[in-house]
T-cell receptor, first 115, second 111 residues
């Protein structure tokens, strides 16, 4: 069964450092997303991406964040200068279509710990 | 704005007990509704979904009915197992494929 894969599974970084979280969406999917889940809290939308550009982003997704699809298979989330409050589980997701009702498939997540 | 409210946990049940996890939503249009499950140490997995009013989603013995009149999508299972212990998230999908998740309900099932 096709799945979304994320690497690494756990990343520890020092405050102020840049991190790149990587995702390989399902191959025929067109929409890509990043969500995050701070420990014990709800899953929050960060950004959606379609046709090589951001289609929507939340207020969490400030100038410190960026996304890229560098090579047609990977989908990355970059945090330029990490803060302690960026510590969370980051989930990548992808979906097929644009009708707004299709299921999103989620990766296993990357746990980011900022120290 | 669009949002999802689900009952707080944790919910602790004995094996074979009946489960209900309440979920209500607020949306301006006609969203699709989902239940996702997160087992310990794992990511989010789709459990079931319903795309229009009165639809019933079902999977692995779990059911939820899309009730437009009460804006609800309560999750039920007639007889829970220890292996059902997980965190359950109600979610709404409306416009631009953006999910709104509830805060999650942790279920503990004891033998």
């Amino acid at each position: 069964e096709p799945e979304v894969t994320q690497t690494p599974s756990h990343q520890v970084t020092q405050m102020g450092q840049e991190v790149i979280l990587r995702c390989v969406p399902i191959s025929n999917h067109l929409y890509f997303y990043w969500y995050r889940q701070i420990l014990g809290q709800k899953v929050e939308f960060l950004v959606s991406f379609y046709n090589n550009e951001i289609s929507e982003k939340s207020e969490i997704f400030d100038d410190q964040f960026s996304v890229e699809r560098p090579d047609g298979s990977n989908f990355t989330l970059k945090i330029r200068s990490t803060k302690l409050e960026d510590s969370a589980m980051y989930f990548c997701a992808s979906s097929e279509g644009d009708r707004g009702n299709t299921e999103a498939f989620f990766g296993q997540g990357t746990r980011l710990t900022v120290v | 704005g669009d949002s999802v409210t689900q009952m707080e946990g944790p919910v602790t049940l004995s094996e074979e007990a009946f489960l209900t996890i309440n979920c209500t939503y607020t949306a301006t249009g006609y969203p699709s509704l989902f239940w996702y499950v997160q087992y310990p140490g794992e990511g989010l997995q789709l459990l079931l979904k319903a795309t229009k009013a009165d639809d019933k989603g079902s999977n692995k013995g779990f059911e939820a009915t899309y009730r437009k009149e009460t804006t609800s999508f309560h999750l039920e299972k007639g007889s829970v197992q220890v292996s059902d212990s997980a965190v359950y998230f109600c979610a709404l999908l409306y416009n631009f494929n953006k999910f709104y998740f509830g805060s999650g309900t942790k279920l503990n099932v004891k033998p």
